[in-house]
T-cell receptor
């Protein structure tokens, strides 16, 4: 089955700082990979996705490259804003996980200070 | 993309009572999923709800505690029964992008924030 491991611990940055949130995956083959974001008081929404190895997903200034050589899908943004403060989850697709279980990453809480 | 609504958005309940959470999707979907997100933690899948069959529960979750209904392709309910303070959590409904897609993106409802006193 497929699973992801996400960096632990909250991240606090100043506005305009560079952001990296690490995510590595264990997979059979090369399934799609996703980053979801959860803004305060809201449900999860898709931030970006990559559907195959070496693919790059991007949205709202965030990027993540599906690197098969390092089995990674790290989330990056060159200049964060206060409005980026949220919880970020790395995830494999629903249908390709162990016994149908969606193994989300643990979530990384990002706080951006002005 | 699918648009999902949940009711109630939040509730405060007494120990020993039950709460039913509703999930409505604006399109027909085969599978609907119920998650729990405890404070400061990631999502944990409770069960998968398929229309016309019994829900499939994940390890650690049982039907007596979390009965699920799926009467049609756009609606599901999750009941949290005989609640205790440990059930205080956000409960999220989600659906998967059309099964024929290779991407399997999930769409989530806004969540129901439950507090049990």
């Amino acid at each position: 089955g497929n699973s992801v491991t996400q960096m632990e611990g909250p991240v606090t940055l100043s506005e305009e700082a560079f952001l990296t949130i690490n995510c590595t995956y264990t997979a059979t083959g090369y399934p799609s990979l996703f980053w979801y974001v959860q803004y305060p008081g809201e449900g999860l929404q898709l931030l970006l996705k990559a559907t195959k190895a070496d693919d790059k997903g991007s949205n709202k200034g965030f990027e993540a490259t599906y690197r098969k050589e390092t089995t990674s899908f790290h989330l990056e943004k060159g200049s964060v804003q206060v409005s980026d403060s949220a919880v970020y989850f790395c995830a494999p697709p629903m249908g390709n996980t162990n016994a149908g279980k969606s193994t989300f990453g643990d979530g990384t809480t990002l706080t951006v200070k002005p | 993309s699918a648009v999902i609504s949940q009711k109630p958005s939040r509730d405060i309940c007494q120990r020993g009572t039950s709460l039913t959470i509703q999930c409505q999707v604006d399109s027909q979907v085969t599978m609907m999923f119920w998650y729990r997100q405890q404070p400061g933690q990631s999502l944990t899948l409770i069960a998968t709800a398929n229309q016309g069959s019994e829900a499939t529960y994940e390890s650690g979750f049982v039907i007596d505690k979390f009965p699920i209904s799926r009467p049609n392709l756009t609606f599901s309910t999750l009941t949290v029964s005989n609640m205790s303070p440990e059930d205080s959590s956000i409960y999220l409904c989600s659906v998967e992008e059309v099964p024929t897609s290779a991407y399997n993106e999930q769409f989530f409802g806004p969540g129901t924030r439950l507090t049990v006193l």
